[in-house]
């Protein structure tokens, strides 16, 4: 059973372009979790996504970022105008369910964005 | 999420026991205690969890106090590939979100 695959792994970007990231999920996991871990600090959720809905993004900052979660397909995390301070590592992870505490979230191994 | 505190870095030595542990004298009786951990360069990884018994896997124990107000992940034999950071978190099983709030966790060390 493959886990989480996230690409690109490292992804360069000038600023003002626009990164998109990419997750899937494990398979038969419908829910995706996108955290932010900016140099030298924690980790940082951003956002919980369900298959084709938003459930809380309430770590999401207001501009900028967006997150989706198709139907089909993997999930995206696009980032337009990318700015300095957005250069950090993405993780994405997914829940075999949507209930909840008792269950583990399982990691992709990350998507590391440097602006220059 | 109700909040824990954990040492900000702890060493062991390469072939010793690994007592990791951590404060949560705010739990609620719904909190579930999970442990992860990150090892460099990577995303973070499932340890265990549990709710009032001590728990087993293949990659630790859990030992949970009586009154749940803390607990300590214990590696049985720590080797150069557990230096990593490890998170105590508490999970509320009554919560709508399923997001997890990571803290700063222990650093831990492992000495050949």
């Known amino acids: 059973n493959a886990g989480v695959m996230q690409n690109p792994r490292h992804l360069v970007r000038r600023r003002g372009q626009e990164a998109r990231l990419r997750c899937s999920p494990m398979k038969g996991h419908s829910h995706v979790y996108w955290y932010r871990q900016l140099p030298e600090e924690g980790l940082k959720f951003m956002v919980y996504?369900?298959?084709?809905?938003?459930?809380?993004e309430s770590g999401m900052p207001k501009e900028r970022f967006s997150a989706e979660f198709p139907k089909e397909g993997p999930s995206i995390l696009r980032i337009q105008q990318v700015v300095r301070g957005d250069s950090a590592a993405y993780f994405c992870a997914s829940s075999p369910t949507g209930h909840r505490a008792a269950y583990e979230q399982y990691f992709g191994p990350g998507t590391r964005l440097t602006v220059t | 999420d109700a909040k824990t505190t954990q040492p900000n870095s702890m060493e062991s030595n390469e072939e010793e026991p690994v007592h990791l542990p951590c404060n949560h004298s705010?739990?609620?009786?719904?909190?579930?205690i999970h442990w992860y951990r990150q090892l460099p360069s990577q995303g973070p990884e499932y340890v265990i969890h549990g709710l009032t018994s001590n728990v087993n896997n293949r990659m630790a124990s859990l030992a949970i106090a009586e009154d749940r107000k803390s607990s300590t992940l214990i590696l049985h034999r720590a080797t150069l590939r557990d230096a990593a950071v490890y998170y105590c978190i508490l999970r509320d099983m009554k919560t709508s979100y399923d997001k997890v709030i990571f803290g700063p966790g222990t650093s831990l060390s492992v000495i050949p």
């Open positions: 996504l369900q298959k084709e809905n938003i459930i809380d």
């Open positions: 705010t739990i609620s009786g719904t909190d579930y």
